[in-house]
């Protein structure tokens, strides 16, 4: 009986197998009878989904195979003809698919470019596709974009490390004060900004010396080349604190040719917008000549809120650049002038509360400063390919005059003249002989001079002191390199000069304090030193070995003993760069500096009308050893950025700053200790954008821990301060009538001695900024910024802060705009902290509410 | 029929000799004026035909003085629609489908609401506009980014006359050693690593080319194509 069960069986299977159905049939034109080439044919079943696909040949016909035509339809669709859809339960094959003219309607949709691109080592941001419609300037759109970040500063960051050049159409005008440009050069003129990863800006050295940094190129649209662009604003109404007239105005030209670039720019206000990261060179070599100011008059602090909404200013800033190219080489010239008038009040109330009533102490601090700054720059640069010569002549004259008014217990007048004279000549010469051999040559001259001028007016008596300080610093060098298949072998050799000398004079010292009045001072040194340096750099591998040794012959006219020193602080770095998205880099190092040569005066200087500092008596080096790992991750087509860093470093200071009271009065000095300090950090930050809105995000995470030992006339101190923050970012623009900003900052710290802990104290920002666009004519911003400061354990200080603004554009010329800030009026950040037997109240100022009416003009 | 609307231009314009000064003069004017890499160039210079109705397209390509044509027939690529994805690219709802092709694992995603059987570089033979192709290691893709109208013809092949017939893999053999080398057939191949060159129209020297060549085929790059290595 088996048998004829499994014929059975047999049967069923061939008859599955021969239910295939043939679908064939010819697409034809109804009106002219002509078989049509190229249709798309589609089997689809009941649920809609495809299950064969085909397109017609030549001569008009199709054929697919298909299980079961249960329940399927054939769609047949050709470009100019309307689709045509048949059942296919209900049919006679083969079929004649007639097709009538109708319109295919392809739904345009202009070319856009990718947001970010990358070529090689260069990512290129669309700007167009990351401005906003309330954005101002490039500066504006660069925060908004992925791996690029804007620090409150000015100072641009790219994947968490300092960009190293920024260009503008590829010519380096502004060096380290490009805020210039991002401040000044409008967004609408700005087609691409390009970051270019691991840049050498020498040429001479592409190829042989690693740059783990980034520049960033401005690529203008080209409406703005070979031509001058011009705008500007002017603005005026009325604030309520400071009572009276507000003015806002700016000018900015720029020329970008082949042969010549220039940016000049004229800015001022008085509303509180802080000016300094237009004239901040970010780039700024640190002063070799090492002067710093002993007298410390400074305004009273203001609270941890936005400059915009404390600073009491008047403001003016001019600056022109200009860049000529001639032969191979380029000149460039910057010259800018500012000018800052700053004011500030606080006032703090004290009451102690006694059996015989409430006694009440109350300060109030009331200052000015008025600061002049002018600078010049002229650089000469020839940057080729075997060949690099930059010579920069560079002068800057800064007049800082500080007055403070103290009320209260101890009511004084201080007046501190505090200018500053710079000039410094720096020449470097590199050549390049045979692809493999480097010769450099540079030299260094530094003259400054710091006089500080303190009036202190108290008690009805006067004070008056004078500090001259001078410094030159000269340093020559000579290197050579030699490169061969990925390994750079160098010596550079070189001297370093230094000479310096600082009287200062004291006349009449309160009766209660001991010391000496005055200060006649040289502290120089000799140097000289050979760095021999090793790198490696084969595909994917960056690792580079510096060991510099020094020594020094330090002489100090007797105010301490002479000096010879021998240095030697060895360096080790390694980058692995496995592919274009991921880098990562490990260093090290440690060594050994002397201190602080300012430390050294055997006599009193004061630097407040209470403070007053003797130096040091006894010549110190203090060592350091630190180590870091840092990472980063790109997928620009993702649009994905991250980056993250953990340093950790050790610090050995063998002295300690001692302080000691004589009535009202506070001396600081410097005695032997030994201070040990360990630093950890950690860092971390990714970037995405939001394509379905146009937008970006940003979270970022910082932890860091401070650990100090102290042990100092057998008294042992341990202190430990730990922080840490998290932040997030988001915009975008999620319909045409709308787009938005967003950003919330959280952080905590606590402080910790010799294991007593005092509580955790946060800090919260909030801000919100949102823009409706009901005709693309007009625009209107909503913002607001919440802050939340912990003064104490659970005693939190909350402040909201409103602002609006209205803005219409005329034409692609005229633009107005009326604009409200802090609408409800704060004027006064005020609290309070109790303790047992007293009570604090500090009292600070804010910016009021304030109208201004501007009219923009673009050329 | 997919092409460089720049390698098309230079391509027309190489038959006439006007042009071809015009094109010299302004190429060193910005030369000169340092924005050489403005200078237009070649630099995609491939194109495809496809003939719908003989289901087969026309390869050209070229490398350094090497100039070649093919023809492959549609069916070379088949496709597997793949239900259940759908992803909206230009604002049109996409379908998935895949393909194996010349060494590649590619992903497509095509419109059925365009009904034009046509896609990117050879890619061709799905029931809609393919609007976006990736294939699997990641170092290929095409995205659509724009559809436009224009009034522009579908243009014909402008120097028929340059390309010889060839083998596609022998081709592309040929092409990947050039990549290894790209001087070897220059000068006898003895061409110095400090000797100046103009790469589209910017200075540079022979070394650097040869370091940033074999750069790229460190990171692993190779071509569209992956099937001619022996």
């Given amino acids: ?859 | 029929m997919f092409y460089n609307p720049t390698a098309l231009w230079m391509d027309i314009n190489s038959k006439d000799d006007a042009a071809c000064q015009a094109y010299g003069a302004m190429a060193s004017a910005l030369q000169d004026a340092g924005r050489g890499d403005e200078v237009p160039n070649r630099s995609v210079s491939m194109y495809v035909f496809k003939d719908f109705v003989k289901q087969e397209h026309t390869a050209y390509d070229d490398y350094s003085d090497q100039f070649a044509k093919y023809n492959e027939p549609f069916q070379e690529m088949q496709w597997e629609v793949v239900a259940d994805s759908a992803k909206i690219i230009l604002g049109y709802e996409c379908l998935m489908a895949k393909t194996a092709y010349h060494g590649r694992e590619w992903t497509a995603w095509f419109a059925p609401e365009i009904p034009v059987q046509d896609g990117p570089w050879k890619f061709a033979g799905l029931p809609g506009l393919i609007l976006m192709a990736k294939e699997s290691q990641g170092m290929h893709s095409f995205t659509a980014n724009g559809i436009e109208a224009t009034e522009q013809e579908i243009p014909g092949m402008p120097r028929d006359d340059w390309y010889h017939k060839e083998d596609r893999k022998k081709y592309l053999q040929g092409k990947y050693r050039h990549l290894q080398d790209p001087f070897a057939d220059l000068a006898g191949g003895n061409l110095p690593s400090n000797a100046k060159i103009f790469v589209n129209g910017r200075e540079t020297t022979v070394g650097e080319v040869r370091d940033q060549f074999r750069k790229e085929l460190d990171n692993g790059y190779d071509f569209l194509e992956i099937d001619y290595h022996k």
């Fill in chain 1, 1 to 859: 009986m088996t048998r004829p069960v499994t014929y059975l069986f047999c049967l069923i299977v061939a008859t599955v197998a021969v239910a295939q159905v043939n679908v064939t049939g010819k697409v034809i034109d109804k009106e002219s009878n002509e078989p049509l080439v190229g249709a798309s044919v589609i089997v689809k079943g009941a649920d809609g989904k495809i299950r064969k696909f085909t397109s017609s040949m030549a001569d008009g016909g199709f054929a697919v195979t298909i299980p079961s035509v249960n329940d399927c339809r054939l769609e047949v669709n050709i470009m100019g003809f309307a689709k045509k859809i048949i059942p296919l339960d209900s049919v006679s094959i083969p079929l004649t698919v007639c097709m009538e003219p109708g319109t295919t309607l392809l739904k345009e949709v202009t070319v856009k470019a990718d947001r970010i691109r990358e070529q090689g080592d260069t990512i290129t941001y669309n700007v167009g596709s990351f401005a906003q419609q309330q954005d101002r300037s490039i500066g504006d759109v660069l925060k908004r974009m992925p791996g690029i970040d804007v620090a409150n500063n000015g100072k641009i960051q790219y994947q968490g490390e300092d960009i190293n050049k920024f260009y503008i159409e590829g010519s380096d005008l502004l060096g380290g004060k490009y805020g210039i440009a991002t401040n000044g050069i409008s967004h609408e003129d700005v087609g691409a900004v390009e970051v270019m990863e691991n840049h050498q800006p020498m040429q001479v050295l592409s190829g042989i010396s690693f740059s783990d940094k980034a520049a960033i190129n401005l690529k203008l649209k080209n409406k703005a080349k070979a031509t001058w662009t011009l705008h500007g604003d002017a603005g005026g109404g009325y604030s309520w604190q400071p009572e009276g007239a507000v003015w806002d105005g700016e000018l900015f030209a720029m020329a970008v040719m082949p042969g010549f670039q220039n940016i000049t720019t004229l800015r001022t206000n008085n509303t509180g917008e802080n000016l300094s990261s237009s004239s901040t060179d970010f780039f700024a070599d640190r002063r070799q000549t090492g002067l710093s100011r002993y007298v410390g008059v400074d305004l009273p602090g203001v609270p941890s809120l936005s400059d915009r909404r404390t600073l009491f200013n008047r403001s003016f800033l001019v600056s022109t650049n200009s860049l000529w190219k001639f032969g191979r080489g380029e000149f460039k010239a910057n010259i800018d002038y500012s000018f800052n008038r700053v004011t500030a009040d606080a006032s703090n109330i004290t009451t102690y509360f006694l059996d015989d009533g409430n006694h009440i102490i109350t300060e109030n601090r009331s200052g000015t400063e008025h600061s002049h700054s002018l600078s010049g720059k002229f650089i000469y640069e020839l940057n080729q390919k075997t060949a690099f010569i930059n010579n920069t002549l560079q002068t800057n004259i800064d007049w800082d005059d500080v007055s403070l008014a103290t009320t209260g217990s101890l009511p004084n007048g201080q007046a501190a003249k505090l200018p500053d004279y710079y000039v410094s000549n720096r020449f470097k010469m590199i050549q390049r002989f045979k692809g493999k051999h480097l010769v450099t040559f540079q030299s260094v001259n530094e003259w400054e001079s710091l006089p500080q001028m303190l009036n202190l007016d108290m008690n009805s008596q006067q004070f008056h002191q004078h500090i001259a300080d001078y410094a030159f610093y000269t340093h020559e060098s000579a290197a050579y390199a030699f490169n061969i298949k990925g390994v750079t072998l160098s010596l550079e050799g070189g001297i370093k000069g230094y000479l310096r000398s600082m009287d200062s004079h004291l006349p009449e010292l309160p009766e209660e304090l001991p010391g000496l009045t005055e200060n006649v001072v040289n502290t120089n040194y000799l140097t000289v030193y050979a760095t021999p340096k090793f790198e490696y750099w084969v595909r994917r591998v960056n690792l580079s070995l510096n060991l510099p040794v020094s020594y020094s012959h330090y002489s100090f006219d007797k105010a301490i003993a002479n000096h010879d020193e021998v240095y030697f602080s060895p360096s080790l770095s390694f980058n692995w760069k496995p592919n274009n998205r991921f880098s990562g880099t490990l260093r090290g190092g440690l060594g050994r500096s002397p201190m602080n040569l300012n430390l050294i005066h055997p006599g009193l200087i004061m630097t407040n009308y209470r403070t007053l500092k003797t130096g040091v008596d006894n010549f110190y080096n203090s060592s350091s050893q630190n180590v870091s790992a840092n990472f980063s991750y790109k997928h620009t087509r993702r649009g994905l950025f991250a980056n993250g860093m953990v340093m950790q470093s050790w610090s050995h200071i063998p002295y300690t700053m001692a302080q000691q009271l004589y009535g009202d009065y506070v001396v600081y000095s410097y005695v032997d200790a030994k201070n040990d300090g360990k630093m950890l950090m950690a860092m971390g930050n990714i970037d995405k954008t939001l394509d379905f809105m146009r937008g970006s995000c940003n979270v970022n995470g910082s932890f860091s821990r401070n650990e100090s030992h102290l042990l100092s006339q057998q008294q042992s101190v341990n202190s430990v301060s730990t922080g840490w923050s998290v932040g997030g970012k988001i915009n975008g623009n999620p319909c045409r009538l709308f787009s938005f900003d967003y950003r919330i900052d959280y952080s905590d710290s606590r402080l910790t001695m010799n294991g007593m802990s005092e509580s955790w104290l946060s800090t919260m920002e909030n801000e919100l900024s949102l823009t409706f666009i009901p005709h693309r004519k007009l625009q209107w911003t909503v913002s607001g910024e919440h802050y939340r400061n912990e003064l104490t354990e659970h005693n939190y200080k909350n402040i909201v802060m409103l602002d609006t603004k209205l803005t219409y554009q005329l034409n692609k010329k005229i633009e107005f705009a009326t604009s409200l800030t802090n609408i409800l009026n704060k004027r006064s950040y005020n609290y309070t902290t109790y303790s047992q037997l007293s009570s604090f109240e500090s009292q600070r100022q804010l910016r009021g509410r304030q109208l201004l009416f501007s009219i923009t003009l673009i050329k």
